[in-house]
């Protein structure tokens, strides 16, 4: 549960990074890392990289051991079914019958990921700022 929840976070974090970073910014990885820390998270040797045909992922960016924490992410900046199911913009709907068939899905990784998409064609507004 914590790793799906974990992953769920750097997810939205990851599409995120594309609202983040300013046109003079160094570079949307930076910007990530940069608003993470703005709102209360912490990276600790790691930093986001671009992976050619994959996207973005984390680099280690010292040598790491078992059991360290790499990121810490406030629960705030976190999406879970209940955010998802509330949000007016988000993957709820607008009318009580698309918020009822929206919160039907059984499965929260369902609502994240349907959530998230619905979010990012929303645009930079859907960011949190």
């Not at 009580?96 to 645009?123: K, M």
């Amino acid at each position: 549960m914590m790793q799906s929840t974990l992953m769920n976070a750097l997810a939205l974090l990851l599409l995120l990074a594309g609202g983040a970073a300013a046109a003079d910014a160094p570079s949307t990885e930076d910007a990530l890392i940069a608003w993470l820390e703005e709102h209360g998270g912490q990276a600790r040797g790691v930093t986001v990289g671009s992976f050619d045909g994959m996207g973005r992922g984390l680099v280690a960016t010292k040598p790491l051991v078992e059991g360290d924490a790499v990121l810490t992410i406030p629960l705030a900046l976190c999406v879970s079914r209940e955010l998802a199911l509330s949000s007016s913009d988000g993957g709820g709907g607008s009318s009580d019958e698309d918020r009822a068939a929206f919160g039907a899905i059984e499965r929260d990784e369902d609502v994240i990921s349907l959530f998230v998409r619905a979010s990012s064609s929303v645009g930079s507004n859907a960011a949190q700022s």
